[in-house]
């Protein structure tokens, strides 16, 4: 079992920052990558970004030059999504989610709410 625990969300205006934070403990030896999802009401979740135990990361297009993600050196079990010049339509509920050896998402966090504001 991985327990997963985002944090750093908020109200924001667009144009400003957050970086949100992700937690992983328990059997972290089962992680392969750590991703970070989001879902705005009535939209479909969708992939913001990745990052793999070796450290390869993926970044969506629609937040590429905005998002970064990494993880911490000392703590490698937690990642960070930095979002920089926010926009309206990244309002959204913030998750991150383990992915095993074997491709799957079994362990998601509750998620962050993410509010931008014009």
């Known amino acids: 079992q991985v327990q997963l625990v985002e944090s750093g969300g908020g109200p924001v205006q667009a144009g400003g920052s957050l970086k949100l934070s992700c937690v992983a403990s328990?059997?972290?030896?089962?992680?392969?990558?750590i991703h970070w999802y989001r879902q705005a009401p009535e939209l479909q979740r969708e992939l913001v970004a990745a990052?793999?135990?070796?450290?390869?990361?993926?970044v969506a297009d629609v937040v590429k030059g905005r998002f970064t993600i990494s993880r911490d050196n000392a703590a490698k079990n937690t990642v960070y999504l930095e979002m920089n010049n926010l926009k309206t339509e990244d309002t959204a509920v913030y998750t991150c989610?383990?992915?095993?050896?074997?491709?799957?998402?079994?362990?998601w966090g509750r998620g962050t709410q993410v509010t931008v504001s014009s």
């Open positions: 328990g059997d972290t030896s089962s992680i392969d990558s």
């Open positions: 990052i793999t135990s070796g450290g390869i990361t993926y």
């Open positions: 989610a383990v992915q095993d050896g074997m491709g799957y998402l079994p362990y």
